[in-house]
């Protein structure tokens, strides 16, 4: 029941969380690229109420399906996450009233599936390390959900073009308007390649000379496809990071509006997050290492000078990552810990 209007009067108050979504702070990094050349900042997505930049999408693509016709009162929502367009999806359909049933891939941390059940969501948790064709994985899975369950709509982000639209009507104009307009470089993490993609024709409408540059995982297909146009399955291996890279091609990644993209290793993001956290306050998770390592391996290439004005995009929050690239424990087992990268020296103590 809504509250009585004579409640609002006077009373700054946001109607649902809904209405926080975007509007993310633009954040000049300092430490972490002491003696590189140019200006460095970070567009920092965990401040979405959902942690993600996966709120903009989840949010957008409900709405235009409402607006449409395709989801009504009482549907279910379903789709394949790697957990934050899930945890976002989650947040969206408990708001509005829809169920939500999420195919999540094994890869996820325990925090991000936690989360997700914690939002009220239905999760199947499916193998990581299967073809986008095999019937485990989490794409077929949420195919058969939606088959199986009417009035049901499957978001299938990763060849959705609203994906890429969410992007283009918010986050890049936010870039473009936070900057001045004097962006040089933007660097984002590719996996559905929303991001990227969105960003990526708004910002290049305003000013073509702004370079894009992709960041893909070691054993995902990107780098080589764009480079390529062929799909080479001998790049497909098992790797660590969630939400980066892909074993197949999304057509939600516009790779023609991309300049080139820089592969980043698991171990080196790890270690790149949780240096963020350390040197900038900044609490970021995987994806946010590995788009900061790229900007490190950028700057030891040339790739900026004095000039530039670089915009990286940390897509999500720590906390969920906190079983993973913030447990010592799970650093060792990877074996990510060695002499050039040693395990924290500072123990909790217990009293």
């Given at each position: 029941?809504?509250v009585?209007?004579?409640?609002y009067k006077?009373?700054?108050?946001?109607?649902?969380?809904?209405n926080?979504?975007?509007?993310?702070?633009?954040?000049?990094?300092?430490?972490?690229?002491?003696?590189?050349?140019?200006?460095f900042?970070s567009?920092?997505?965990?401040?979405?109420?959902?942690?993600s930049?996966?709120?903009?999408?989840?949010?957008?693509?409900i709405?235009?399906?409402e607006?449409?016709?395709?989801?009504?009162p009482?549907?279910?929502?379903?789709?394949?996450?790697?957990?934050?367009?899930?945890?976002?999806?989650?947040?969206?359909?408990?708001?509005?009233?829809?169920?939500?049933?999420?195919?999540?891939?094994?890869?996820?941390?325990?925090?991000?599936?936690?989360m997700?059940?914690?939002?009220?969501?239905?999760?199947?948790?499916?193998p990581?390390?299967?073809?986008?064709?095999?019937?485990?994985?989490y794409?077929?899975?949420?195919?058969?959900i939606?088959?199986?369950?009417?009035?049901?709509?499957?978001?299938?982000?990763?060849?959705n073009?609203?994906?890429?639209?969410?992007?283009?009507?918010?986050t890049?104009?936010?870039?473009?308007?936070q900057?001045?307009?004097?962006?040089?470089?933007?660097?984002?993490?590719?996996?559905?390649?929303?991001?990227?993609?969105?960003?990526?024709?708004?910002?290049?409408?305003q000013?073509?000379?702004?370079?894009?540059?992709?960041?893909?995982?070691?054993?995902?297909?990107?780098?080589?496809?764009?480079?390529?146009?062929?799909?080479?399955?001998?790049?497909?291996?098992p790797?660590?990071?969630?939400g980066?890279?892909?074993?197949?091609?999304?057509t939600?990644t516009?790779?023609?509006?991309i300049?080139?993209?820089?592969?980043?290793t698991?171990?080196d993001?790890a270690?790149?997050?949780?240096?963020?956290?350390?040197?900038?306050?900044?609490?970021?998770?995987?994806?946010?290492?590995?788009a900061?390592?790229a900007?490190?391996?950028?700057?030891?290439?040339?790739?900026?000078?004095?000039?530039?004005v670089?915009v990286?995009?940390?897509?999500?929050?720590?906390?969920?990552?906190?079983?993973?690239i913030?447990?010592?424990?799970w650093?060792?087992?990877?074996?990510?810990?060695?002499?050039?990268?040693?395990?924290?020296?500072?123990?909790?103590?217990?009293i």
């Amino acid at each position: 029941m809504d509250v009585n209007k004579k409640t609002y009067k006077g009373m700054k108050v946001e109607k649902n969380i809904l209405n926080l979504i975007g509007k993310t702070p633009l954040i000049h990094l300092k430490n972490i690229v002491a003696g590189f050349k140019g200006s460095f900042f970070s567009k920092f997505e965990a401040f979405n109420p959902g942690h993600s930049n996966k709120d903009r999408i989840a949010l957008y693509i409900i709405e235009e399906a409402e607006k449409s016709g395709i989801l009504k009162p009482g549907d279910t929502i379903i789709e394949t996450t790697s957990g934050n367009t899930g945890f976002s999806l989650a947040m969206v359909s408990l708001i509005k009233g829809y169920e939500c049933i999420l195919a999540v891939s094994s890869k996820s941390s325990k925090d991000k599936i936690d989360m997700l059940h914690a939002m009220g969501a239905k999760v199947y948790v499916c193998p990581a390390n299967v073809s986008a064709e095999d019937p485990r994985s989490y794409y077929q899975v949420a195919k058969k959900i939606h088959e199986e369950i009417k009035d049901s709509v499957y978001i299938n982000q990763y060849f959705n073009g609203l994906n890429v639209e969410a992007h283009y009507k918010t986050t890049g104009p936010e870039i473009w308007d936070q900057t001045s307009g004097k962006i040089t470089h933007l660097i984002a993490c590719s996996g559905t390649g929303g991001t990227i993609s969105g960003c990526a024709k708004y910002l290049k409408e305003q000013n073509s000379d702004i370079k894009i540059i992709g960041v893909d995982a070691y054993g995902s297909v990107l780098k080589k496809y764009h480079e390529t146009k062929e799909l080479d399955t001998d790049e497909i291996y098992p790797y660590r990071i969630e939400g980066l890279g892909k074993n197949l091609i999304p057509t939600a990644t516009d790779f023609d509006s991309i300049d080139f993209f820089i592969k980043v290793t698991d171990e080196d993001s790890a270690h790149t997050a949780r240096e963020v956290t350390k040197s900038e306050g900044l609490f970021v998770g995987y994806t946010s290492g590995a788009a900061m390592q790229a900007v490190k391996q950028l700057n030891a290439m040339g790739e900026f000078d004095k000039d530039s004005v670089v915009v990286v995009i940390f897509p999500d929050h720590g906390s969920r990552y906190m079983s993973k690239i913030y447990s010592d424990d799970w650093m060792n087992e990877q074996g990510f810990f060695d002499a050039t990268n040693e395990e924290a020296p500072n123990k909790i103590e217990y009293i």
